[in-house]
């Protein structure tokens, strides 16, 4: 069994595709890698730049979507916010897809001891909130951007250790391992080419839901002060510079919640149809 067989192929991506709902997802989600890319390009002004003589302008042409409290455009900054949070996605849901990848193959495939102490580890992080462990873990490294991207790395760990063990424990038993571990094969050369490719796709499928997930959840430390600092463009950081402003000056706050709220539901539109692809339960 190869790769493309449990992937299901292009034609089953393009049949998940093929949803208006996927394709909506697909669309923002472009758009949203398209902005990370051009926002310097598109960015009207400087992100950073404080005009005080310009404090809490609303959206006019000069300023699109208005000012905040220190005259900055709202923007830009929003446009800027938007490579926190891919960056946020490439390092937490990519940390947790490594460490939970790694952790469900080798407890997965060897079995005995190894797979009781790494479902034990995963047992005592989902004892936790997810919130609340990820402000322990930041509170013990110190508020940064880094320290909560590693601490929601940590805490979505779990769940691909648990998704990843049970795949492997049903291709470890199929004919084409027997046959590789029949003609001599090393178990590394096993789980590297044969087990771990086929174990995939619904990693994928969760590595695509996770990060609308992982865009919520590092906002909302950024947000409590334990994320990104001022002066980052943060879009969490921005929620919270407009909270005390939210009555007098609305866009300061709304319009980085709508770039949080766009961003997700792309990413869950798109995870969803791929879900109902090529998970059959879902079908």
Not at 34 to 39: I, N
Not at 125 to 142: K, M, S, T
Not at 185 to 211: D, E, F, W, Y
């Amino acid at each position: 069994m190869s790769e493309s067989a449990v992937l299901g192929g292009p034609a089953r991506l393009g049949g998940a595709l093929a949803r208006p709902a996927a394709r909506i997802g697909l669309g923002i989600v472009l758009l949203f890698l398209f902005l990370c890319a051009a926002a310097p390009l598109i960015a009207p002004h400087d992100p950073y730049e404080q005009e005080l003589m310009s404090a809490l302008q609303p959206p006019s042409l000069t300023h699109p979507l208005g000012t905040d409290q220190y005259g900055r455009d709202v923007a830009s900054r929003v446009l800027y916010g938007a490579r926190y949070a891919l960056l946020a996605i490439v390092v937490g849901d990519g940390l947790a897809l490594a460490l939970g990848t790694a952790m469900g193959l080798v407890g997965g495939y060897l079995g005995g001891a190894a797979d009781a102490v790494i479902m034990r580890l995963t047992d005592v992080l989902l004892a936790f909130p997810y919130l609340l462990l990820a402000l322990i873990i930041v509170a013990a490294l110190g508020p940064s951007l880094l320290h909560s991207m590693i601490a929601i790395g940590i805490v979505y760990t779990p769940q691909y250790a648990r998704l990843v063990r049970g795949q492997v424990l049903s291709v470890r038993q199929s004919d084409f391992v027997r046959a590789a571990r029949a003609l001599g094969a090393s178990s590394g050369r096993i789980v590297l080419r044969h087990v771990a490719p086929n174990s995939l796709s619904p990693v994928i499928i969760m590595a695509t839901l996770q990060a609308g997930s992982v865009v919520v959840e590092t906002a909302g430390l950024s947000f409590l002060g334990l994320g990104a600092q001022p002066p980052s463009p943060d879009w969490g950081a921005l929620l919270a510079d407009g909270q005390n402003y939210f009555l007098t000056a609305w866009w300061i706050a709304t319009f980085p919640g709508l770039a949080i709220f766009i961003a997700v539901l792309g990413f869950n539109l798109l995870g969803d149809a791929l879900r109902r692809e090529f998970d059959p339960r879902a079908r």
